[in-house]
């Protein structure tokens, strides 16, 4: 049973960084799709960037230049490296991975900013 573990969760300033990972606990083999959600209180849960196997990337215009999603397949790691941080940043962040018509969630990480 493949499980994604995130961390790096915490709180900053705004203004702060942060790295979030996201590790699968066994081999994924065929991925198609690695994508990191947030959802904040109160709010639907969104997509906030996005890395295809082929190298291709999305960010949602609020994170544009700000965050980067990257992926370590020696390790079965996907990255969010968050710079910048905003207090609109402040959510619960879910990595999402999907392969051969299977997909997996990670079990959340809060990020707070704020001062």
């Known amino acids: 049973q493949v499980q994604l573990v995130e961390s790096g969760g915490g709180l900053v300033q705004p203004g702060g960084s942060l790295r979030l990972s996201c590790a699968a606990s066994?081999?994924?083999?065929?991925?198609?799709?690695m994508r990191w959600y947030r959802q904040a209180p109160g709010k639907q849960r969104e997509l906030v960037a996005a890395?295809?196997?082929?190298?291709?990337?999305y960010y949602v215009d609020s994170v544009e230049d700000r965050f980067s999603i990257s992926r370590d397949s020696a390790k079965n790691t996907v990255y969010l490296q968050m710079n910048s941080l905003k207090p609109e940043d402040t959510a619960v962040y879910y990595c999402?991975?999907?392969?051969?018509?299977?997909?997996?969630w990670g079990q959340g990480t809060q990020v707070t900013v704020s001062s």
């Open positions: 066994g081999s994924i083999f065929s991925i198609n799709a």
């Open positions: 890395l295809s196997t082929g190298g291709s990337t």
């Open positions: 999402y991975v999907a392969a051969r018509g299977v997909t997996y």
